[in-house]
T-cell receptor, first 119, second 114 residues
Framework: AQTVTQSQPEMSVQEAETVTLSCTYDTSESDYYLFWYKQPPSRQMILVIRQEAYKQQNATENRFSVNFQKAAKSFSLKISDSQLGDAAMYFC????????????????FGTGTRLQVFP | DTEVTQTPKHLVMGMTNKKSLKCEQH?????MYWYKQKAKKPPELMFVYSYEKLSINESVPSRFSPECPNSSLLNLHLHALQPEDSALYLC?????????????FGPGTRLTVL
């Protein structure tokens, strides 16, 4: 079974600085997807970034980028130029490429990292 | 537009009440999901509907009853809940099949069972 581990329960960063959140996972599959979701105090889970395992190039979305190390099964999120609005719980998630049943899939979440941003 | 809406935002109910949570999306997605999230924990999958058919039930107690009347709407009927069922209930949707199948979440319903 696949597992996702986020070893940093809490992180903090000053505004305008850069912070990296860690995520490791365990799987025997060769094709899969990895996600970072952000959940601010408003509670809505917001997709931050997505990585396909078959792509060697690291995904980027504006100030957010990932460092995907497939052999090491590591998927860290880097937030550049941190802003107060980045304060949230961040969840790393794994999804199999091969669907377990017709047209459905399961997300496997890590335990989350709470990010605080200080002015 | 990647909007999933959920109503109500907050719900307080007694253990003998019957209530329903509603989720709606107009993105043409054919897979919809219910998650339960306790405080400071990741979401836990409850149900998956694919093309309006229940495809995954993660051994959820029968006091939770999902319903998918059409491809845009997902309900969760609640009956005889327990205080430990108090949580944030999240709905999500995705295209349904294919390799670009990202789940998009609604804002959730905060449920309190007295």
């Amino acid at each position: 079974a696949q597992t996702v581990t986020q070893s940093q329960p809490e992180m903090s960063v000053q505004e305008a600085e850069t912070v990296t959140l860690s995520c490791t996972y365990d799987t025997s599959e060769s094709d899969y997807y990895l996600f970072w979701y952000k959940q601010p105090p408003s509670r809505q889970m917001i997709l931050v970034i997505r990585q396909e395992a078959y792509k060697q190039q690291n995904a980027t979305e504006n100030r957010f980028s990932v460092n995907f190390q497939k052999a090491a099964k590591s998927f860290s999120l880097k937030i550049s130029d941190s802003q107060l609005g980045d304060a949230a719980m961040y969840f790393c998630a794994y999804r199999s490429y091969l669907l377990r049943s017709y047209n459905t899939d399961k997300l496997i979440f890590g335990t989350g990292t709470r990010l605080q941003v200080f002015p | 537009d990647t909007e999933v809406t959920q109503t109500p935002k907050h719900l307080v109910m007694g253990m003998t009440n019957k209530k329903s949570l509603k989720c709606e999306q107009h993105m043409g997605h054919r897979a919809m999901y219910w998650y339960k999230q306790k405080a400071k924990k990741p979401p836990e999958l409850m149900f998956v509907y694919s093309y309006e058919k229940l495809s995954i039930n993660e051994s959820v107690p029968s006091r939770f009853s999902p319903e998918c009347p059409n491809s845009s709407l997902l309900n969760l009927h609640l009956h005889a809940l327990q205080p430990e069922d108090s949580a944030l209930y999240l709905c999500a949707s995705s295209l349904g099949g294919g390799d670009s199948d990202t789940q998009y979440f609604g804002p959730g319903t905060r449920l309190t069972v007295l």
